[in-house]
């Protein structure tokens, strides 16, 4: 973290601010490696690779198809070049597209038969994976009652599912969570009906790639009604070398059901940079709520720009009923690029997308993340507010589009996206697409401190505050709020975060 | 890399119906343009930054027709102290033209200055256009650099005592004139350049702005409200230490309408702000495309930009505060808002910030809605009838931008042309 100490800090950056930004970036604690025997797909993509991968995860031959077609398209694409980020051109014939344990070849009836070597590195990442109430790591849940504080999880390490948590539990209420390479073989119809319809097989260059190889990640499906009685979580595991990691993730809350679905992510440290496509797609019926939670935490690269994660994700939720609601958290910390929009396509009357996030970069990292909110049905309603923190020689972009189409009656945004700058070599920068099309929609778009709520402003200020004492108690409150609605398993990260301030911010 | 094939075959059917102005000290600069239109190619809707704009009606071979609108309405302007330019078709009109002779300034016709070996215009004439095409290309300009066969080239060295009016008529229904103006104002001068009238049926426009040292410009446009025109227009001010350009448009009606603004600001302490009124019904796309660099301490720049639509009129905004490296203290400012009085019309907006300098306050703000019902309910309850008060609202809108405006007696007429439209609808 060199980069940090030796820069000046402007006044008005308050040193908590600097101190924590310090400390995401600069000791990157899940940079050991698991040493463990692999089993490799040959290196290179073609289509003896996808049929490959196909038949490791025992599919039906409909996905195999499935997965050939996209390859098909997927040649004929460019690599896309317009997002905020500058690294070398990526060899895609250079990379193995699937490796896993050679001790999970047959694959364990339950975690207990699972190589004690991988549950070891869960443990030491405090990912639990015995079905245990307490969160490795977090203050105070010893005690807390064991009920309360349940998270299923899904641990992917590299191209496999180890296994997932609570399946008992969860099934008793209805609730199928599995690897999607068990959903395909054991739920085919239910995969067969949602897969690709929220992100198009052929939707953009990297969703297509990761159509057509993506080796594992999680289904979940919620029966009308339920309300999801635990988190569910996915923690995914980079750890083999040379080797691009595909998850594909499907969510599914069927009419009236509840969700809240958590994802962690992180890799060794590598002198290669790596490569990381991922599509998640939702799906939101008739008064149905989704909450999907990130910390993303891969390995940034180091202080010279060397090595790290290259993130290339889609992910998207398609609110097809009448009131579903979807909100997604991201804290981005991780990663050398991130190329990342989770989006909401707002198709039933009354639906409602939040997107939060916080993204912060150091020393050679580049981010180009933002959100879609896509406004069809009426009354539709999103909020975005994204914060940006850059630091080092990192540069970070919001990117995002407001779209409201003409039937969109009454459709309200508000977007509010600030950065901050730490040190004079990074660069803040903001892209948002606005389409207005039709005169009841409002779109308020922000990128000013001033303009927080008015309310809450005149309030502050009637005991004795100034504007900008005000504005910052607000904004900082605010930024608290989004933090600490990240559930309890991102507690450790959260509280880190916490204590970064955006006084001083430019828009 | 080699144009695609759809867009090659456009730039060379536009090419082959125009004829570049041969010889004198302009050539190698037209030449040098032509290679870059050649190089980019014209745009067309696949470009992103063309992305809410169709483009092919400026980029054709020949220019839609479009009617000559007859107004009984004075001529803007008209009750102003000027030097009037008249261009008629984008031909000088010497007659209705006054003597271009004025204290504290060198005007001369572009036409005119052609055949010179020498002038200082050479400096500037596609210099500043040339700066302007990275890191986004901007071919229509370059085809005006390399083709256009007259402007104004004015020289500020002192205080002139009156503003410098540029007038555009349109007559002819096909006519299709490009005109390239070239201004320098040197150390501590100062002058207000005044532009009204729709020009002709398809209307191109450069106008490159040098302003040295303490030097001040201001410029006030109105784009003419014929309905049919089409028109893209180009403003490339570069700026020295302490100067200042302010620069506002007033487009009324008008098919299309691409208004570039690209200001470089190289001195400290350089003051620039660019601000727009629209109002648009049916078919009317208007479009602001706004690039300002930060390059240097302490510089302010302000964008304020208002949209009145309705009946489907599309109202456009693509603007970008750059704050490049060691800009530090920057006070950069944008605003685009829309006022749609009715469901069909569509705002399509890109306000863009790329900053890489810490110390820098930018903020900007995009909002597009219609008119507030409480207060059109609050003037309806102090006996205000319905259509009076929202044209009130309407105007209270457009009031921010039009406060851009320095000179009041200015502003005042620019206001009332803005009320005429509201009361006549079009």
Redesign the interface.
């Known amino acids: 973290m060199t980069a940090l100490d030796h820069s000046q800090v ?1 006044e008005g950056v308050d040193q908590d601010t600097v101190d924590a930004v310090r400390e995401v970036g600069s000791t990157y604690k899940h940079g050991w490696s698991t040493d463990i025997e692999m089993e490799y797909a040959p290196k290179g993509l073609t289509h003896d690779i996808v049929r490959l991968i196909s038949e490791k995860n025992e599919e039906p031959e409909w996905m195999t198809e499935w997965r050939l077609g996209a390859y098909d398209r997927w040649l004929k694409m460019v690599e896309p070049d ?1 997002a ?1 980020v500058d690294y070398p051109k990526i060899d895609f014939q250079d990379q193995y597209y699937y490796a896993r344990p050679k001790s999970m070849m047959v694959k364990p009836k339950s975690l207990d038969e699972v190589d004690p070597k991988l549950l070891a590195t869960y443990e030491k990442l405090g990912i639990p994976l015995r079905e245990q109430a307490i969160l490795a790591g977090v203050e105070g849940a010893e005690g807390a009652p064991a009920e309360g504080r349940k998270v299923a999880v899904d641990a992917v390490f590299d191209s496999v599912s180890l296994g997932t948590t609570f399946q008992d539990d969860l099934k008793k209420a209805g609730v199928i969570f599995c690897s999607i390479s068990d959903a395909i073989r054991d739920y085919p119809d239910l995969v067969k009906k949602y897969l690709g319809t929220v992100v198009p097989v052929s939707d953009n260059y990297y969703a297509t790639l990761n159509s057509a190889v993506f080796s594992d990640g999680s289904f979940v499906y919620v029966p009308p009604g339920v309300r999801c009685p635990m988190e569910l979580s996915t923690y995914f595991r980079i750890n083999a070398e040379n080797t691009g990691q595909f998850e594909r993730t499907l969510i599914i809350a069927d009419k009236g059901s509840y969700v809240s679905y958590l994802e962690g992510c992180t890799a060794p440290k590598r002198d290669e940079a790596q490569l990381h496509a991922a599509v998640v797609e939702i799906i939101v019926e008739e008064d149905a709520e989704v909450k999907y939670s990130t910390v993303q935490n891969w390995y940034p690269g180091d202080e010279d720009g060397k090595g790290g994660i290259y993130n290339f994700v889609t992910k998207r939720a398609d609110c097809r009923g009448d009131r579903s609601k979807v909100m997604w958290t991201q804290v981005e910390t991780g990663a050398a690029v991130t190329w990342k929009y989770p989006s909401c396509i707002l198709r039933g009357d009354d639906s409602q997308g939040e997107f939060y996030s916080i993204a912060i970069t150091n020393n050679w990292q580049q981010a180009d993340t933002g959100t879609k909110m896509i406004h069809l049905g009426k009354n539709t309603k999103s909020r975005i507010v994204s914060k940006g923190i850059s630091a080092g020689q990192a540069q970070n972009t919001y990117r995002g589009l407001v779209s ?1 189409h ?1 039937k969109a009656k009454n459709a309200r945004n508000f977007t509010q996206c600030d ?1 901050l ?28 401190t ?2 927080v709520d008015e309310n809450q402003l005149f309030y502050c200020r009637s005991r004795g505050m100034d504007e900008e004492e005000a504005v910052a108690l607000v904004v900082n409150g605010f930024c608290k709020d989004v933090l600490q609605a990240l559930p309890m398993e991102f507690a450790m990260e959260a509280q880190q975060l916490v204590a970064i301030s955006l006084e001083g911010s ?2 | 890399m080699a144009l695609p094939k759809i867009k090659e075959t456009a730039t060379e059917t536009r090419l082959a119906a125009l004829s570049l102005p041969e010889g004198g000290w302009s050539e190698p600069a037209r030449r040098a343009a032509l290679a870059r239109v050649q190089s980019s190619g014209l745009p067309d809707r696949r470009d992103e930054y063309w992305k809410f704009t169709r483009p092919d009606v400026l980029v054709g071979p020949d220019a839609p027709h479009a009617k000559a609108l007859e107004t009984d309405e004075g001529e803007l302007f008209d009750s102003f102290d000027r030097l009037k330019i008249v261009f008629v078709d984008g031909v000088f009109d010497a007659q209705a033209s006054d003597d271009l002779k004025l204290e504290g300034v060198s005007i001369e016709r572009l036409a005119e200055i052609a055949d010179q070996d020498i002038h200082w215009a050479r400096d500037l004439y596609g210099t500043l256009e040339e700066r302007a095409q990275t890191p986004v290309a901007r071919p229509l300009a370059a085809l005006n650099t390399a083709f256009a066969p007259d402007g104004v080239v004015i020289r500020v060295t002192g205080k002139p005592s009156k503003p410098i009016s540029v007038v555009y008529h349109h007559v002819a229904e096909d006519s299709d004139p490009m005109l390239h103006h070239v201004i320098r104002v040197e150390s501590g001068a100062e002058a207000t350049i005044l532009e009204n009238g729709p020009a002709g049926a398809r209307f191109s426009k450069c106008m490159e702005i040098d302003i040295a040292d303490g030097g001040k410009l201001h410029h006030i446009r109105s784009q003419g409200r014929d309905h049919e025109r089409s028109a893209v227009t180009h403003i490339f001010a570069r700026l020295g230490a302490e100067s200042s350009f302010k620069s506002f448009t007033m487009t009324v009606n008008g098919h299309l309408t691409r208004n570039e603004a690209v200001v470089e600001l190289t001195g400290d302490d350089a003051i620039v702000h660019i601000a727009g009124a629209c109002v648009g019904d049916g078919d009317f796309l208007h479009d602001d495309t706004i690039f300002i660099t930060h390059d240097a301490l302490n510089c302010e720049s302000r964008q304020v930009f208002k949209k009145v639509l309705r009946n489907g009129a599309v109202g456009v905004f693509q603007g970008k505060i750059l704050v490049k490296e060691g800009a530090q203290k920057t006070d950069g400012y944008q605003l685009s808002q829309a006022l749609m009085l009715d469901g069909d019309s569509q705002f399509l907006a890109k306000p863009e910030l790329e900053i890489y300098a810490d110390d820098v306050a930018c903020s900007h703000g995009c909002t597009s809605g219609e008119i507030d019902e409480t207060a059109l309910f609050y003037l309806r309850s102090r006996g205000v009838p319905e259509d009076r008060a929202a044209d009130l609202l309407t105007l209270a809108f457009l009031a921010e931008a039009v406060d851009e405006i320095e000179d009041q007696a200015i502003a005042e007429d620019i206001v009332s042309r803005l009320e005429n439209w509201l009361s006549r609808r079009r």
């Not at chain 1, 697409?433 to 922000?446: F, G, L, Q």
């Open positions: 402007k317009w905020m409201m003409p950065s700058l730490i040190g004079s070599k990074c660069g803040a920068h903001a892209i948002p697409y606005i389409e207005a099309k039709n005169n009841s929609a409002r779109v308020e778009h922000e990128a000013t001033s303009k430019v828009g």
